[in-house]
């Protein structure tokens, strides 16, 4: 791996990256341990003409695959956005195997916390006082107060990503992999003022490429969303308009897209970011809603559909609110009841519904709501298939891809040639967006 020295590309490069780690085991009481794994930035994709069944659990022929370790580890950019995660590493191991067909990866890693409720919907009385209501969501990373002491933990989802150069479409990737799309902190010109003045932005950003015709394709694993559906969400990043756009925007061009949807025009209002079409119905979306507190009182964010009495449920399926399991609420009082077609529910009446224990550590009353429904991604976005077990200390992963999928829009990086592959790897351990990054590493192919 090349040695970064520069600081400010360091902090540039801190906030994205994707994912890549394995550890082993596939009994819930077995530690799993990733360093036995040897150190390598190269990963050797193992030629098999038998395939493995992807649902997490290790068959042998994934002995004949030489795993390789690496340790993804959360930066410190400065300026806190990482604050409670920076310094923390997720080590883990990576195997690759492939077929006339498809490309297969192995991915394990030890994690004490199986995370997979993301930002659940709970009900606090304390806060349910004249004009709100007391029910929220818990923040999906750690939050802290004016001195920086913990003040609840995250309700993140446990994730793993990986990038890749689409045609080596992107020079800067040869030797920068994830960095080369990552513009956090990037300056901006700030028009708020006449005439305009260049100013540093130190608190967003994006990934975005930089040229019209460069590509980075984006594999996102969502452990709790997308895995219920045995799949991975293929998306892909573009130059998001260019500096005539992100330079005005202070790096906060957003160049990352579903596959399938591509640049349809450009926005009538400054800084006339490209467009794009319309992506079909598919994958998680919020599950939320406004009403007005006892049907004429001030508006509220409550959640929209529920399991009536279901006890530590953390997703609603979409087929749920066509069947009938799930039920719209369409009513909520100002002592905090949420009323639906048959029924209300009062979360005033014991903890079911309410935080417990500790108030910075704890957890969730059983009949707390899930804060997302699911249905199963289609198209472009789901050419990657996966499956995956927590085994009670760790994940292990398993995911394929055909080696050369149908996509005609550039938005998939094509294996098909057994050329050698840069690409680099992120976890994230219970969070929204800190996570850790491991840079500059190589696919190969036993030929």
């Known amino acids: 791996m090349k040695p970064i020295q ?3 590309f360091w902090v540039i490069a ?3 990256c994707l994912i890549g780690y394995i550890v082993g085991c596939t009994k819930k009481d077995q530690i799993i341990i990733a360093s036995s794994a040897p150190s390598s930035t190269t990963l050797v994709s193992y030629k098999t003409t038998v395939a493995p069944t992807i649902d997490g659990i290790v068959d042998g022929v994934w002995d004949k695959a030489t795993k390789i370790a ?4 959360v930066p410190d950019p400065g300026n806190g956005l990482f604050t409670g995660y920076s310094g923390q590493s997720y080590p883990a191991s990576l195997r690759s195997m492939y077929d006339d067909k498809y490309i297969y990866f192995l991915l394990e890693y030890a994690d004490g916390t199986k995370s997979v409720n993301i930002s659940p919907w709970y009900f606090d009385p304390n806060a349910n006082v004249t004009g709100k209501t007391g029910w929220a969501q818990e923040p999906s990373s750690k939050t802290f107060d004016a001195n920086g002491v913990l003040t609840r933990d995250g309700w993140g989802e446990d994730k793993f990503a990986m990038l890749w150069n689409i045609d080596n479409s992107t020079p800067k ?3 920068q992999t994830c960095y080369a799309s990552c513009h956090i902190f990037t300056p901006y010109l700030d028009y708020s003022v006449t005439p305009a003045v260049l100013k540093s932005n130190a608190n967003s950003g994006n990934h975005y490429t930089n040229g019209a015709s460069e590509k980075i394709d984006m594999w996102w694993g969502h452990l709790s969303k997308d895995l219920l559906f045995n799949q991975m969400d293929d998306n892909y990043q573009d130059w998001a308009g260019g500096p005539g756009v992100t330079g005005l925007d202070g790096g906060n061009g957003n160049g990352r897209h579903v596959d399938g949807i591509v640049v349809s025009g450009a926005s009538a209002t400054f800084p006339f970011a490209p467009t794009y079409t319309t992506s079909p119905a598919q994958g998680s979306v919020n599950n939320k809603q406004t009403l007005k507190l006892d049907g004429t009182g001030a508006s509220v964010s409550v959640p929209m559909w529920i399991l009536p009495n279901a006890t530590d449920s953390y997703f609603i399926l979409a087929s749920d609110t066509l069947s009938g399991k799930a039920v719209k609420i369409t009513g909520v009082n100002s002592t ?7 029924g209300t529910i009062d979360p005033t009446v014991g903890t079911d519904y309410q935080r417990i224990g500790d108030k910075v550590t704890g957890g969730i009353g059983p009949k707390c709501f899930p804060s997302y429904i699911g249905s199963p991604l289609i198209g472009g976005r789901a050419d990657i298939t996966a499956g995956a077990v927590y085994t009670g ?13 149908a996509d005609l829009l550039k938005q998939d990086i094509d294996f098909s040639s057994l050329q ?8 994230w351990n219970k969070s929204n967006y800190q996570h850790g990054i491991q840079p500059n590493l190589l696919l190969t192919f036993q030929k």
């Open 336 to 342: 905090g009841v949420l009323t639906y077609s048959g």
């Open 6 to 8: 520069d600081k400010k």
């Open 70 to 73: 690496i340790n993804p580890t």
């Open 14 to 16: 801190t906030i994205v």
């Open 173 to 175: 990737f040869l030797t």
């Open 393 to 405: 200390s760790g994940w292990v992963i398993e995911y394929k891809r055909l080696l050369k999928t």
């Open 420 to 427: 050698d592959q840069v690409f680099g790897v992120a976890i």
